[in-house]
């Protein structure tokens, strides 16, 4: 079993706390993203399943095994954990070929020249790098290094595989090509993946559950949908694709918008879950519709033709919203006065 | 295709060619062909004869010997204490590793002359007090050998190897030795088989460094060795030149030794820049972060001690001996207070004129010679890096010839150019060491000045010259500027090493155009060893001082940046 079990997880560099008493279980076999902004503990996280990083707090556990414990200072070392790890700039030996590349940990592991030769070339079938196994790393593409990396990660047969931002450094079409090549290995090989990105839409396509973290501290865990769906602060909805805030009062149990009594009274119930008088309504852009007539009045500021999809910037009051619609949907033109309604949106206590 | 004008590109390009052919490239021909060629005719026979002769032939072997072993033993020394200082969790890393940049600037012929009161067979201190203390007959230590040659060379030289290697270990990417761990690989492992072998490359550059400059140095063996008879390629020239009064047949021996070492450099230059272009060995990383270090435990101690105890042998007992040595009355005194004083410092400072002249010499030598070279040096470059024009692939080979030029060769050289055989006689005056100084730091002035102007991107330039500026001003107003620190950088490059030259002036001074460094070595010869010593401390008095505001300039321009 390669349960992978977090416990009051601290780590501090100086005065900074990377990590803050972080609590987490990653399930046998499940593709799990660690996803936040750059410097919000991510890879900190990483580092420490992988045994880089001491813990100033807390334990890791895999399965029943205890491999970090700050306060008994034992420390299983990296070489010891038996993980698979893909690096984001690849880390892959430039003096070695591809195929000692990927039979490196074999080799470390001391097993036989012919067990050696199999495990590495199947590892480099199933990356298809077996026509360049003789190739030196210098000669190869981005991608093809990237699959190197991968090719020797899973070439000891690891139940439990680290990804460092191994996409970041490909171009776009090449990236949704490697998504699928990785949960096609994990569907094979059934290995535990935890993957680091800064990459929401790479997230929420790779993995079963996600966490989305801030300065150290977890912020959400869930499936992409549910995260997506129901974002549990304001920071995890402006990160988790495009978003609208408009800040909210109310008066004689209507809700208006701050700064734009004029814009009239929200047309719909405010959101459980928000205290006193004055909240932040958060909305999608493809969640709000426009109109002629009633709803929330506000004014075409820009339009702009996108192919399938046409954006309109509108002004209420001080605030500026973006809202998209279908390119067949009615058409308003820049300068009128259009209605807001909300067909989805959730309340945030004001910050 | 239509005849271009001859505009202002095409002056320049001309202009930088003329100086680098008169400047580099005749003296250079010159060697080959007085090497080469008698009454005329080609003739390797002959040429090859000379090289027979038994003493050239030990010239060559003690060289290959000297060069080989310094080679070896600094890197050895230079990968150990790189290794230690950035990958290993030594006390005090950040102090030891400028400690191990200081014997760089101390000019190894003083590091020689020191090492000679210390450990000559009979005179050497050490020796005397190891002999008294043990009842020995015999003295423990010849630093007047070949092993000795080597080992002082190998202190001043292994920072050569030392800076190359924990460079690269620093820009080198943490997570490919990382990506070894995690495959299972312990600390011994990952060192031999990944670090090391990305380490390759720098550590070749740096030996190769190494061999191209003690192929070429004069100071050490000639301290050294011209006294018990051990010559290496660069003193016997000396020697040819000297003490044979001239005569052809030396000359010629001469230019023959010396296109030999034109020879290997370019070999070495040219192993070197295949070393480094091989693509193979690309570690440096976009992401800074701190790599793994080996927790020394028990080893963590003993090895600062080593260190320290390396860089107070190395750098701290030769200065002070040298200071010492500089107050004695006479020499062969004990080192005691009443047996010492401070009028050698004042004799040699005020009084006397042989020692006057040279400090005055050797001052105004090298601010010329390094002002001069660094605008050549910025011309040449402008021309290599900024203009597209035929012709230029000419400036591009002359540009290479000034790297591949050790000094002894270089002096040679001007000897025979600017000795009357072309109307213009220069020998004996300081004009001749003030040419050979242009030639021999070309090199520094084109490499420091070429770098600044490639990080200057063309479009800079043509930005200006969208808002209207004239070539001229687009180039005072925005390429000047920009490049200013790398100016000033080759300037103070040339600028210190010359101030304590020896190596080319030893070949070229007069009665009265010494360089503190031929002062201090001709004292020496002449047995003045107290005021040769007293000489030398002036001089590494001149050079911190000249290290320190080099360091105050740099560090005024990256505040003001």
Redesign the interface.
């Known amino acids: 079993m390669a349960t992978v079990t977090l416990s009051h997880v601290t780590k501090r560099f100086g005065g900074v706390t990377a990590v803050r008493d972080l609590d987490l279980e990653i399930r046998d076999g499940e593709c799990f993203s660690l996803l936040g902004p750059s410097g919000c503990g991510k890879t900190t996280t990483l580092r420490m399943l992988a045994g880089f990083e001491d813990l100033d707090e807390g334990e890791i556990r895999v399965g029943d095994r205890v491999f970090s414990n700050s306060a008994r200072h034992y420390y299983l070392p990296p070489e010891k954990r038996d993980f698979g790890m893909v690096f984001q700039a690849f880390a892959v030996w430039p003096h070695l070929n591809i195929f000692d590349n990927v039979a490196f940990p074999l080799q470390i592991k001391g097993l036989s020249q012919a067990d050696i030769q199999e495990k590495t070339r199947r590892a480099l079938a199933d990356t298809g790098l077996l026509k360049v196994q003789h190739a030196f790393p210098g000669e190869l593409s981005g991608g093809e290094k990237q699959r190197i990396a991968l090719a020797r990660a899973i070439a000891i047969n690891p139940q439990v595989m680290l990804l460092d931002e191994p996409l970041s450094n490909l171009d776009p079409k090449l990236r949704e090509e490697m998504r699928f090549e990785i949960k096609d290995l994990q569907r094979r090989l059934g290995f535990t993946i935890v993957f680091v990105t800064h990459d929401q839409a790479e997230a929420m396509a790779i993995s079963d559950r996600m966490l989305v973290m801030r300065d150290g501290v977890l912020q959400q865990v869930g499936s992409p949908i549910a995260i997506y769906e129901q974002p549990a602060s304001r920071f995890v909805f402006s990160f988790i694709g495009l978003s609208n805030f408009l800040p909210m009062e109310d008066r004689d149990s209507c809700s208006y918008v701050q700064g734009a009594p004029e814009a009239g009274p929200l047309e719909a119930p405010r959101p459980n879950g928000v205290a006193g008088p004055t909240w932040t309504l958060a909305s999608r852009p493809t969640h709000i519709d426009l109109q002629a007539e009633g709803g929330l009045r506000g004014t075409v500021l820009r339009r702009v033709y996108l192919g399938e999809v046409v954006e309109y910037r509108v002004r209420i009051g001080p605030h500026e919203l973006r809202i998209q619609k279908g390119a067949r949907d009615q058409v308003f033109e820049e300068g009128a006065t259009v209605g807001l309604s909300f067909r989805q949106y959730l309340g945030y206590p004001e910050e | 295709m239509r005849p271009r004008r001859f505009g202002t590109a095409e002056l320049l390009l001309l202009l930088s060619i003329l100086i680098l052919v008169v400047v580099v490239a005749i003296p250079i021909l010159l060697i080959f062909w007085n090497a080469f060629v008698v009454e005329g005719k080609p003739d390797f026979l002959r040429a090859l004869a000379l090289l027979k002769e038994p003493d050239t032939l030990e010239a060559l072997k003690n060289s290959l010997v000297i060069a080989g072993g310094t080679t070896v033993l600094s890197t050895i020394i230079g990968v150990f204490f790189a290794w230690l200082v950035s990958r290993t969790d030594l006390p005090y890393k950040g102090t030891m590793k400028v400690l191990f940049l200081v014997p760089f600037m101390l000019p190894s012929f003083i590091g020689a002359l020191a090492w000679k009161i210390l450990l000559s067979p009979r005179g050497g201190h050490i020796n005397r007090l190891l002999m008294d203390l043990f009842h020995l007959e015999d003295p423990v230590f010849n630093i007047m050998s070949l092993g000795g040659i080597i080992a002082v060379e190998t202190m001043y030289l292994f920072p050569f190897v030392f800076i190359q290697v924990s460079g690269a270990l620093e820009r080198m990417?943490p997570?490919?030795e990382?990506?070894?761990?995690?495959?299972?690989?312990?600390l011994f492992?990952i060192t031999r088989?990944?670090t090391l072998?990305?380490m390759?490359p720098s550590i070749l550059a740096g030996a190769l460094l190494v061999a191209l400059y003690s192929l070429a140095h004069f100071g050490v063996p000639a301290i050294l060795g011209t006294e018990r008879n051990i010559f290496i390629i660069p003193t016997k020239i000396y020697e040819k030149i000297y003490a044979s009064g001239g005569n052809f047949e030396a000359i010629r021996t001469g230019t023959m030794l010396s296109s030999i070492l034109v020879l290997s450099a370019a070999a070495i230059l040219y192993v070197q820049s295949l070393v480094l272009s091989s693509?193979?060995?690309?570690?440096i990383?976009?992401?800074s972060m701190r790599p793994?270090v080996l927790k020394l435990r028990g080893l963590k101690w003993p090895l600062l001690i080593l260190s320290v105890v390396y860089i107070a042998i190395t750098v701290v007992l030769p200065t002070v001996t040298i200071f010492l040595v500089g107050t004695l009355k006479t020499y062969g005194l004990a080192f005691k207070l009443e047996n010492m004083t401070l009028d050698n410092f004042t004799y040699i400072l005020f009084k006397w004129e042989l020692t006057r002249d040279a400090i005055w010499n050797s001052f105004y030598l090298s601010l010329s010679a390094a002002a001069v070279t660094m605008l050549i040096g910025t011309l040449i470059s402008y021309v290599l890096v900024k203009t597209k024009i035929r012709g230029k692939f000419l400036l591009e080979f002359l540009g290479v010839l000034p790297f591949s030029v050790p000094g002894t060769v270089i002096a040679l050289g001007v000897i025979l150019m600017w000795s009357g055989r072309f109307g213009v006689n220069l020998y004996n005056t300081a004009w001749i060491i003030f040419v050979a100084y242009i030639a021999r730091y070309m090199a520094f002035a084109l490499k420091s000045t070429s770098a600044a102007l490639e990080q200057v991107h063309d479009s800079l330039e043509e930005a200006a010259r969208a808002c209207g500026a004239t070539k001229w001003q687009a180039m005072k107003d925005v390429v000047l500027p920009l490049i200013k620190p790398g100016m000033v950088a080759a300037f103070f490059l040339i600028f210190l090493p010359a101030l304590r030259e020896l190596t080319t002036s030893v070949l070229l001074y007069g009665p009265h155009t010494r360089t503190i460094g031929v002062a201090i070595y001709t004292l020496n010869e002449d047995g003045e060893t107290v005021y040769a010593a007293a000489l030398a401390a002036i001089a590494l008095v001149i050079i911190v001082l000249g290290q320190l505001l080099i360091k105050r300039v740099t560090r005024a321009k990256i505040e003001s940046a």
């Open positions: 990417d997570t490919l990382e990506a070894a761990r995690i495959s299972g690989a312990g492992t088989r990944i072998p990305l390759m693509g193979r060995f690309q570690v990383s976009g992401k793994m």
